[in-house]
């Protein structure tokens, strides 16, 4: 019994690991984001601190987002010096936390609640949206969060509030979380503790927002502000219930959070820790924020989970207060709802045959970046941007330093990404830099490789353009 918690987290890391590692083998990942961050892990590691070249020259990683938490990966990074070193550190990361997920459940409804619980939050498309796409410094807060929420359902205070401190390291945002949890414990515990944590994880956003990060961003300020933004008038407060709700994106999302635990999860007080990140996308007005891609969504996993258990174990202590054919239909509900979303996310990829074999271009591409030096610079299209990070100084192409500063071009024309440029505009920056002396070096399953010539070297003069910030954020 004692073992379910850890044995559901190493299936999980299992699953998460050769999910993660087989898509970058197979070139699906790339430069923005699991490139800029491997940049990052490799700076902390080489003692250069987080500079990442595809984001500008010389650009600081922690003038974009408040995150030293990466500098934990450089001990790992000295050991094997890979993106697959990052992968398999956030397959770890996001596993652990089933952990207390399992240990509560178990505890407090049984072996069939903490199977479902935990195999539930590791199977979500939340987690599969995160994981479906590369790397991200929040995966650092799933755990911490994890427990944290787990501690305020068993009304250990102290407890969760030293496991969500540190998130404060993870990114400049969840101070609030971590005030949120505070403010948990100020409402049902601990009234010194609370006070304090509110104190805390409020002053260290912004101390973050208003201090550190415009320190050391380029553009001396803080990238994302406009993201929150109602315009240049400013948001109509009138508009905020409207906002929260359109477009009905917003909607969905909330809804599809909520559906693996048969809805219940909306009863409990734990989902207060969720409404800072849920605030602050639905009242963006960046629509990447809105949906269900990306990572958005991972941090509210073990928070909507650890709130279908606090609803569960309520029930079961309280008669009467949910129908009892409820409580004993939330569960197989939950399996059905988390099976049936399984194919339509990231993860439905484990049931396709595209990630079990390797198809012949990635075995040309391999060979083709395996003619580029070490140490080499190279400008690299998207997708092959983080087959190169460990080991060359690499730059997009396209985006937002200019091609000719590298001595090696190599981008995939077979198969292009349409990110930084559209497929045409790629065509004519590769005729561009064939004209203007890059000579073809090798071209394989249309992964094309080029390499300045001594002349064109010679007469070319370094420029970059001015460092930009990725789409999403």
């Known amino acids: 019994m004692r073992l379910v918690p850890w044995s559901v987290a190493l299936t999980l890391f299992l699953v998460y690991a050769f999910f993660t590692v087989r898509r970058h083998e197979l070139l699906f990942t790339s430069g923005y984001d699991l490139g800029i961050f491997e940049q990052g892990v490799r700076g902390y590691a080489e003692g250069r601190g987080p500079i990442v070249e595809l984001k500008g020259p010389g650009f600081n990683l922690l003038g974009d987002h408040f995150s030293p938490a990466l500098a934990t990966l450089a001990p790992l990074y000295w050991i094997w010096p890979s993106a697959k070193t990052l992968l398999l550190a956030q397959s770890a990361l996001v596993a652990v936390a089933a952990v207390p997920l399992c240990r509560w459940a178990l505890r407090a409804a049984g072996q069939a609640t903490a199977l479902v619980t935990g195999l539930g939050y590791g199977l979500s498309w939340g987690l599969a949206s995160a994981l479906g796409f590369d790397f991200h410094e929040i995966t650092f807060a799933v755990p911490l969060i994890a427990f944290s929420v787990c501690a305020l359902g068993e009304r250990r205070w102290t407890a969760a509030a030293l496991w969500a401190a540190p998130l404060v390291l993870v990114k400049e945002d969840l101070g609030i979380t971590v005030a949120a949890v505070g403010g948990y414990v100020l409402w049902r515990g601990d009234r010194r503790v609370g006070a304090a944590t ?38 109509n407060l009138l508009a905020l219930p409207l906002d929260l709700v359109t477009p009905g994106e917003k909607v969905v999302t909330v809804l599809l959070l909520l559906a693996p635990t048969a809805l219940l999860a909306a009863r409990s007080p734990l989902m207060i820790v969720a409404l800072p990140t849920l605030g602050w996308r639905l009242l963006s007005n960046n629509p990447a924020y809105w949906g269900t891609n990306y990572h958005y ?177």
């Open 198 to 235: 509110v104190l805390f994880g409020i002053g260290a956003s912004l101390l973050e927002l208003l201090v550190l990060l415009p320190a050391m961003s380029p553009g001396g300020s803080f990238a994302y502000w406009d993201n929150l933004s109602g315009g240049s008038g400013g948001r």
């Open 297 to 473: 969504s991972a941090v509210l996993m073990p928070i909507v989970f650890a709130a279908f258990v606090d609803v569960l174990v309520k029930a079961r202590a309280r008669s009467g207060a949910l129908p009892r054919w409820t409580v004993r239909a939330a569960p197989p509900v939950s399996v059905a709802v988390t099976l049936a979303l399984l194919p339509v996310f990231a993860f439905g990829q484990l049931l396709t045959a595209d990630l079990w074999r390797t198809p012949a271009r990635v075995e040309a591409a391999r060979s083709v970046l395996a003619t580029v030096p070490d140490h080499a610079r190279v400008a690299a299209s998207n997708r092959l941007v983080p087959q190169l990070t460990n080991r060359c100084e690499v730059i997009a192409f396209g985006w937002p330093q200019q091609w000719s500063t590298a001595e090696w071009i190599v981008v995939d024309e077979e198969q292009p990404m349409g990110w930084p440029l559209s497929p045409d505009k790629e065509r004519q920056e590769v005729a561009a830099a064939r004209s203007s002396g890059y000579q073809l070096v090798r071209s394989d399953h249309g992964i094309t490789l080029l390499r300045r010539s001594a002349d064109a070297a010679a007469a070319s003069a370094p420029e970059a353009t001015a460092p930009g910030t990725p789409a999403a954020g």
